[in-house]
């Protein structure tokens, strides 16, 4: 199984900061990761998939990046509607996994 | 509207069944996978299992093989999750989710329900 490790887990930013986390494969995915932002009490949303592409809807602030087992997510300025808990998630191989979770929390 | 929307959720005793289902409108249910994912409370999400458009395939996670089941009915656009042997860690809300596949492969979850409530407790 591919264990997907995020860093850090837990993250105190500011309105206004470049906030980057980063999720790391235990092996090669060929890109197939995505990232998804989730608020207390509601369901997961989809921000970026195949690593680096951009779902419809997403703010420009959100990118992504990354290939092989290093991925990052990169908020280039945070706004108070982005904190929240963000995953990674492998599609490459069943079983499909997910990281640990990053919180970002306001400063 | 696109949407999904779960039901099926409840309180049930340690050794018990429970079957959750999820309706989706909005979209052409029988051309997508379909999917399953948990969330203990306080805790990540861990996806459970999946299903290919034409129910073909099949897949689990380790932590549900052999105790639960995912189904579906194109023809009233309609997942299932059939839960037998309930364990109290599978507490958890699950919601269903749409596989994408905007690169030509499933490579994302792009539409996902508000999720139900599962408690094992006696």
Same mark, same amino acid.
């Given at each position: 199984?591919?264990?997907?490790?995020?860093?850090?887990?837990?993250?105190?930013?500011?309105?206004?900061?470049?906030?980057?986390?980063?999720?790391?494969?235990?092996?090669?995915?060929?890109?197939?990761?995505?990232?998804?932002?989730?608020?207390?009490?509601?369901?997961?949303?989809?921000?970026?998939?195949?690593?680096?592409?951009?779902?419809?809807?997403?703010?420009?602030?959100?990118?992504?990046?990354?290939?092989?087992?290093?991925?990052?997510?990169?908020?280039?300025?945070?706004?108070?509607?982005?904190?929240?808990?963000?995953?990674?998630?492998?599609?490459?191989?069943?079983?499909?996994?997910?990281?640990?979770?990053?919180?970002?929390?306001?400063? | 509207?696109?949407?999904?929307?779960?039901?099926?959720?409840?309180?049930? $005793?340690?050794?018990?069944?429970?079957?959750?289902?999820?309706?989706?409108?909005?979209?052409?249910?029988?051309?997508?996978?379909?999917?399953?994912?948990? $969330?203990?409370?306080?805790?990540?999400?861990?996806?459970?299992?999946?299903?290919?458009?034409?129910?073909?395939?099949?897949?689990?996670?380790?932590?549900?093989?052999?105790?639960?089941?995912?189904?579906?009915?194109?023809?009233?656009?309609?997942?299932?999750? $059939?839960?037998?042997?309930?364990?109290?860690?599978?507490?958890?809300?699950?919601?269903?989710?749409?596989?994408?596949?905007?690169?030509?492969?499933?490579?994302?979850?792009?539409?996902?329900? $508000?999720?139900?409530?599962?408690?094992?407790?006696?």
């Amino acid at each position: 199984d591919i264990q997907l490790t995020q860093s850090p887990s837990f993250l105190s930013a500011s309105v206004g900061d470049r906030v980057t986390i980063t999720c790391r494969a235990s092996q090669g995915i060929s890109g197939y990761l995505a990232w998804y932002q989730q608020k207390p009490g509601k369901a997961p949303n989809l921000l970026i998939y195949v690593a680096s592409t951009l779902q419809s809807g997403v703010p420009s602030r959100f990118s992504g990046s990354g290939s092989g087992t290093e991925f990052t997510l990169t908020i280039s300025s945070l706004q108070p509607e982005d904190f929240a808990t963000y995953y990674c998630q492998q599609l490459n191989s069943f079983p499909l996994t997910f990281g640990g979770g990053t919180k970002v929390e306001i400063k | 509207e696109v949407q999904v929307l779960e039901s099926g959720g409840g309180l049930v $005793q340690p050794g018990g069944s429970l079957r959750l289902s999820c309706a989706a409108s909005g979209f052409t249910f029988h051309n997508y996978g379909m999917t399953w994912v948990r $969330q203990a409370p306080g805790k990540g999400l861990e996806w459970v299992s999946a299903i290919s458009a034409s129910a073909e395939n099949t897949h689990y996670a380790d932590s549900v093989e052999g105790r639960f089941t995912i189904s579906r009915d194109n023809s009233k656009n309609t997942l299932f999750l $059939q839960m037998n042997s309930l364990r109290a860690e599978d507490t958890a809300v699950y919601y269903c989710a749409k596989l994408s596949y905007y690169s030509g492969r499933r490579d994302a979850f792009d539409l996902w329900g $508000q999720g139900t409530m599962v408690s094992v407790s006696s």
